[in-house]
């Protein structure tokens, strides 16, 4: 203050001179604070050479937890850069457009102004400014002037006072002011650090979750039973068995998704008989805690529900025919995947020895397919798989063993170019000089490599690594695994001697593992930093593609140049779709240490993106495999006129990041030859990127996966709430009649204005097999329904059997809107406020007592029937008869007849689609061994492309032959 009234320090410009001292020192005080958290400091402590030594003594003297991490990265002084001059990674820019030089030149910071100081201004006033700190002993010039520090010992220390520090004047709204507001402190918190903090200083907690190796699970587990750790911070896997005997506390730190979570993680306490006290945090800003906090006794009184899986589902009878088929090829893969797979063969392909024992002869052959077909025999759901379904597997067993290992290829070549290239920049300063900082990140490039390839090639023969050889194949899909995701995104996190990776699902992986987000592992923040280039650059992982925003549609390829949608046929332009060809197909992601979680860190940070689904139908030989059912509701609301579902199975479903929500730009930054992503632009703005690096901005990343998936719209005008309601009836519904969990079936809105629709897909690994028979059956839509409708209670004839009301002892409490009894979930909080179940109440009633029709190509059943009628062979009796059969017997009707296959040139009687079933109509003239022997022919390449072949004699019992295949053809009358 005493400096700022001193107007012999500001004499060197007129502005400065005439600025109250009031002024001065607000601007001042702003204006060194921003420059001391951005650590633009002359301090000793901060500079590179002298952490050099402090880091050896430190590794010398202290051991874990207290020492220094091999990639640890110490924080670093910058320096506040004047004009042009180079900037380095730490330095931020005092130019006019800078944070800074914005600040210092706007009527927010000096009053007198009515409009910001032009950047010629600004020039003139900056020497001033800057001069009037250094006399006052608050800034340090560097030797050549072309950059600035804060003294060290200009710094004044003082305890704080248990406010929380007022916001920076420099990048908050609060500017205008001369005094910022004061923010008010947690007071649990500050109460917590002055009082209680240092009585907990003896006391150690440790993590407990499926990213922690099994053998140190185990070790804290018996060092928590000794005593010896505190507590143990879980994740969900304290559900899973963990037994110790005389747990007494547990706090969980939000109220669990259902009671069956809470029932598993609470019955970790008290298993000795002993009391035990449960305690559970409900945040204020949640509605699911809220709802139980002033409910507890619905979520204490949970019982558990037993897993259920779809045994019919073709994803998981793959998987196990793999493992029989594994087990009589003899095979031992051994401890790690370089026993299977040669790394010293270019493309790494598969040992000689395995190649040669993958390929069963023909007895063994016939022994694994006899003893699938007795698996699959053994039950009603699965027998219609015994036939040329299972035969076409096993074929194919060896190519799909081969390519499970493909994800392993890539992740090991770009680990192995990763190591090249930190070789050749480390032997390059061998022979020439090469600057420090890029000879120190060669070699935390090398060891990063290294310790990739000894984790991918499980060296320890750890049974619990992902890369041990079963272990791998079951989350590639190829072997039975249900307690790890299918085909994972992987993030490499730097941590101990030999780091390690954790997996995600795709899905899940597209945000938790998204560029710059932090994960927190082992004590310690990592933040997202790189993405692994299996082909070493970036642009070959680009898809060019164009989104539907009308329908939700994604158009790839050369698709993405279409004009008209092929789904809506909306007509693609700039005010209804989104093109792009820097959409990045998500790879497994490295992560970098940025500093241990500290008392600073009350609360997680997790970065907000912006995240759309879309969809594309699996093509078929005249368009897109789907079914679709039309429901007239006469009695549904007033605009509402029906409702139509289209299931499309074995859908590709695309998730897309945007990029951050908070971001004016849409995308991320990319480093294409390092795969490395850049900060978020208003971190850290000001500091340049690295010379000579090509960027490339407005990168989007994409996930997918193959899904059956369920599009449900509304005929008539809906509007978002109405949406939103139907949305969560029908999934309590369709899980109370399936019985399925919520974290099993997906839903989401998709599209816009007509083609607004609710998108289902089932989340489970293994899948459910639930969306077919909702577009298949038309009883089980009205079932789901009816079981909505009492979700949301209602009586059968739409009575309200919940109003609120005040409530006689014992009596059930009553419901507004919507309720954790009805509509409201743990996963739909965002919809809260549109859910109502009243909304829903007509549209459930109108649902329940619909006559669904079941429609191919858009068409009924009796207008498909004679669609199918008038393609049929004019020559062939036969086939008039099998048609008119099916029609006549209820039974399921083809959806093409005659149709021309996209990868073969054979055209069948009749197709159908989801099946992949083709037909034959086998009169007479098939007799002939010439005709007979082509016939062979053909059908056997069908069979070997995966199609599945049926032929109907002229010379049996039509009905008996159509009897032979239920699952194809659907139950007799």
Known sequence: EDFCRDPAAWKGHPFLSQASPQRRAFVARAFLDHLRRALILDAECLDPQRQARIRKQ???????????????????AGRAVLGDAPRGPHDLSLSPRSTLGRFLRSPQA????????????????????????????????????????????????????????????????????????????????????????????????????????????????????????????????????????????IHLRNVPPNPAHYAQRSGRAGRSGQPALILTYCAASSGHDQYFFHRPVRMVSGAVAP???????????????????????????????????????????????????????GRKFQECLEECRRVLESDPATARYAGDWLQQVLNDAPRAFDRAFDR?????????????????????????????????????????????????????????????????????????????????????????????????????????FGPGNIIYHEGNKYRVIRSQLPGGDATARFVRAKLCR??????????????????????????????????????????????????????????????????????????????????????????????????????????????????????FTLDPGRGEWLPRPDEEEERGPEPRRTLISGVR???????????????????????????????????????????????????????????????????????????EDPATLRQAAREALSICHFGPGGEDERPPRPLAEGEAEGCARACYDCLLTYRNQQDHPYLDRHRARDLLLALAESAPEVRQGGRSREEQFRWLLDRTDPASALERRFLEHLYRTGRRLPDYAQPNLADYPARPDFYYETARACVFCDGAVHDRPEVAAEDQRIRAALRDLGYRVVVIRYDRDLEEQIAAYPDLFGPGP
């Open 110 to 249: 000096w009053p007198e102004l009515r409009a910001p100081l032009s950047e010629k201004e600004y020039g003139e006033l900056l020497p001033a400014w800057l001069e009037a700190l250094r006399l006052g002993g608050y800034i340090a010039f560097t030797d050549d002037r072309t950059a600035i520090q804060v003294r060290a010992d200009a710094l004044r220390w003082r305890r704080g006072e248990g406010f929380a520090p007022p916001p920076d004047p420099v990048r908050s709204r609060w500017m205008r002011f001369a005094q910022p507001l004061s923010r008010e402190a947690n007071a649990f918190f500050r109460d917590f650090y002055a009082r209680l903090a240092a009585d907990l200083g003896p006391l150690e907690g440790r993590e407990h979750t499926g990213q922690v190796a099994r053998e140190l699970r185990l070790q804290r587990e018996e060092a928590f039973r000794k005593g010896e750790l505190a507590c143990l911070f879980c994740s969900p896997t304290m559900e899973l068995g963990i037994d110790i005997a005389d747990l007494h506390v």
């Open 307 to 361: 897993p259920r899986l779809d045994l019919s589902n073709e994803e998981m009878l793959r998987a196990h025919i793999h493992a029989i088929w594994l087990a009589h090829t003899g095979l031992s893969l051994g401890h790690s995947i370089t026993e299977v797979v040669d790394v010293s063969q270019p493309g790494f392909p598969l040992r000689e020895r395995v190649q040669h024992y993958i390929h069963l002869s």
């Open 408 to 512: 392993w290829r890539e992740m090991y070549a770009a680990a192995d170019r990763q190591l090249q290239g930190a070789r050749a920049v480390i032997d390059r300063s061998h022979q020439m000089r090469v600057p420090r900082e890029e000879v120190e990140e060669a070699e935390r490039r090398e060891r990063e490599a290294r310790r990739q390839k000894d984790l991918l090639c499980n060296l320890e023969g750890v049974g619990e690594s992902d890369f041990y050889p079963y272990r791998y194949l079951a989350s590639e899909g190829f072997l039975p695994g249900y307690n790890f995701p299918r085909l994972p995104i992987r993030a490499y996190i730097p941590s101990g001697d030999r780091g390690e990776f954790i997996a995600r699902p795709r899905f899940l992986a597209l945000t938790e």
């Open 550 to 667: 009308v329908c939700g549609a994604f158009h790839e390829g050369d698709e993405a140049q279409t004009d008209l949608c092929a789904l809506c046929g909306t007509p693609l332009d700039a005010s209804n779709s989104d093109y792009s060809e820097r959409f990045f197909e998500m790879t497994d992601v490295v992560t970098q240490r940025r500093e241990r979680i500290t008392c600073d860190e009350e609360e997680r940070l997790r970065e907000g993106y912006e995240v759309t689904s879309h969809f594309r139908f699996a093509p078929g030989p005249s368009g897109p495999q789907i079914s679709e059912v039309r429901v007239p509701l006469p009695g549904a609301p007033s605009g509402i006129t029906g409702l139509r579902l289209v299931y499309g199975p074995s859908a590709t479903l695309w998730r897309i990041n945007h990029g951050w929500r908070r971001s004016r730009e849409v995308g």
């Open 58 to 76: 430190v590794t010398q003297a202290l051991k874990e937890p207290w020492t220094f991490g091999e990639d640890e990265r110490l924080r670093e």
């Open 701 to 775: 990343i994409l996930v997918r996966d193959t899904r059956n998936i369920l599009l449900v719209y509304l005929e008539g005008k809906a509007d978002e709430a109405l949406l939103a309601s139907l949305q969560a009836a029908l999934q309590r519904g369709i899980e109370a009649i399936f019985q399925v969990d919520e974290e099993e079936l997906a839903s989401e809105r998709v599209g816009s204005g007509t083609y607004r629709a609710i998108l289902f897909w089932e989340a489970a690994e293994g899948g459910l097999g639930v969306l077919s028979r909702l577009a």
